[in-house]
Nanobody, 122 residues
Framework: QVQLVESGGALVQAGGSLSLSCTASGSFFTINSMGWYRQAPGKQRELVADINLGGGINYADSVKGRFTISRDNAKNTVYLQMNSLKPEDTAVYYC????????????????WGQGTQVTVSS
């Protein structure tokens, strides 16, 4: 089982910065990708950014140039640095991790954290 623990959510003013972190623990063979998603009230959960084992990164168009995702493989931790925050960035941010629990190709896992609230005031 893989567990994810997120931290860093807070209330911040527009234009401010915030950093989120998420650490994976438990039993797993690989963490192929880690990422951040967000869900605002009344909206679907959407990808913010993700990063794979080789360092490949995807960003949502709405956060490009403002957010930076990074990963420390030795610590099984993913970070999200959020700058120039806007009120529309307000959401619950969820960490996600995908990989293999064992050597078996049938042991794929797709795990979510409990979410951390980010609120940006105007």
């Amino acid at each position: 089982q893989v567990q994810l623990v997120e931290s860093g959510g807070a209330l911040v003013q527009a234009g401010g910065s915030l950093s989120l972190s998420c650490t994976a623990s438990g039993s797993f063979f690989t963490i192929n990708s880690m990422g951040w998603y967000r869900q605002a009230p009344g909206k679907q959960r959407e990808l913010v950014a993700d990063i794979n084992l080789g360092g490949g990164i995807n960003y949502a168009d709405s956060v490009k140039g403002r957010f930076t995702i990074s990963r420390d493989n030795a610590k099984n931790t993913v970070y999200l640095q959020m700058n120039s925050l806007k009120p529309e960035d307000t959401a619950v941010y969820y960490c996600n991790a995908r990989g293999y629990a064992t050597h078996s190709t049938y042991s794929v896992y797709d795990t979510w954290g409990q979410g951390t609230q980010v609120t940006v005031s105007s």
